[in-house]
């Protein structure tokens, strides 16, 4: 069964590190084609037959072009897999709450670039809140969550974050980051 | 969808911690009523009112009864609950390898009792190779793995490890410790 | 001998946080007087009678002022206590070389503030190459290197980090981060 | 400075870890002739070239003989360096209190041995509360305690651990397993 996983990475808050070096301000991803996936894995000892992992790039969500969603959406389409996860930055994962109208941001997003090509396949999508490096991190567990829901789920786009896994267009990014249903 | 869910604890690996004092030898459980899943949960940002948690009892799973093998079902039965996750100790979750033999052992195990009561649940069972106070720990990622399995698998009873999810019975725990598929 | 001991935070990599929320570039402090120097002095399970710590300010050593400084200094000399550790950033904590000229910088640091009290006293600067709240950080290390430097040193003012424990002046900060000795 | 010091590791809960396999209930040490220090060092970030470090025996302290004791008191008093850290298993690295009488207990102690020697070297020997690979880990803090004291302190042998650095005589081991002061 989960000979059939792919897991692609794609940077986000998931990914990002801490510099070292003179005049820091802002995060960083690290050198070379290398996500804090791979880490999870080995930590989860999880057998190496049992999945495939890529590292599509490495980016972050507020930066994420249109270009780069229709390349997540591509890989989906092309991989033999039927059961997928990707990795993503949380604020364009999927819709979010925006700060000043209190409303659904009109930002495009890539579930819905996913979901647009109706792939008769299973696509979670997870993140974090905290990067993989720091003690505090969410990055395992959701990994974990999105691992289970991708191996159980009917074929469809869902997220998982915050102990939540639901289809893509039922869940919302709120103002305080955190990930809820979302009655439209 | 997550409001279904009812976490149940019975120690195992999972929670055990490194006492500390004299002559320190063995491995003990926290005192009081407390499992690492509350900090596990709480590290997932997972919103309190979309799981109930519960502590049944703190065993190592070499020394679990029948008598505690049948709380843990009963428990499953009478939750009001469709969707369950067991954090157990790995030793007697499902059937495993006798190191002797090479065959399966005969050993008791608590997914067996569960599955015989064929409750119309989903009931998944998870433990970990590295107690969750250890940083390369396991736990959140099999507690996540877990949870995404319980909020999507239909009904039955499952192993979450290794990040493997599949039905009890097609799972064993191996002479080194991990867990793979098994062909009856 | 321990009673003797004062901890001094003024914020710096040692204690920036990952914040939450919606498009996030920065680093931040975490809100209200605390340092992460009271965790880690919690994990070291320090004696509360051993010490005495304040909070003096959270800033980012880029941003440090004159008079910032000069409130440092002003403690370490208004202090009863004879042993002084201070936690700072580390681009101003002591001289640096600069990257454009390969020299050392003219840029105004901490250490030079403090020595020109010509204090009587044992102080002791330490820093963060990674913020406390990652896993791979070295502020445990840092923080006991320098208690254990305040705690013999001769009066002197001290850089503590890399594994180093040096008079402020034989030291620099290099292009790539690290804490060496500099023979000027 | 720094050049002239040695790290000697012996075991105890600082290297101790949690072995994974079929009906584990005893923490075991590392394959290999290998200390967490190693690790602790890189994630100080201290230069390679600042010190040396040498495996001699993982043992756990209650079990260390005349012989053992003797092997490390040999090796500092063989060692060029003159500054000199010893990671040791807490129970005989100085004195305890008996539990059961509530007075100094009469066990051997590496302190002791060592201090017989009459070295004109700086010695100081530091434990763990909670192994290395734990996350609340004391281990990081207190090595560089002991370097910080090592690299500053006159000749002696000395006791560094919960946060405190003290000659070996003044400091026991209590019945809940901190050092503290002790007026003999």
Redesign the interface.
Known sequence: ??KDLLILTTGG?FD?R?P????????TFPPGQESAVTE??R?????PE??ACEWLFAE?S?KITDAQRDIIANRCASATQRRIVVTHGT?TMTR?ID?ETGKVAATPNTAATIAARKLDKTVVLTGA???A??????T??????????????PPGVYI?M?????PWDAVV?T????F??FEA
């Open positions: 069964m989960a808050t990002k801490y070292e070096g003179q005049w820091v301000t802002e995060f999870i894995l930590r989860a000892r999880m057998a049992a999945f972050d507020t604020d979010r700060p809140a905290q990067p490096v720091l003690r505090d991190s969410d395992d567990f959701n990994l974990g969550l999105a691992i289970g829901a991708a191996l159980m789920a998982a915050n102990g939540l896994v639901a990014k103002v305080v980051g955190s809820r249903k």
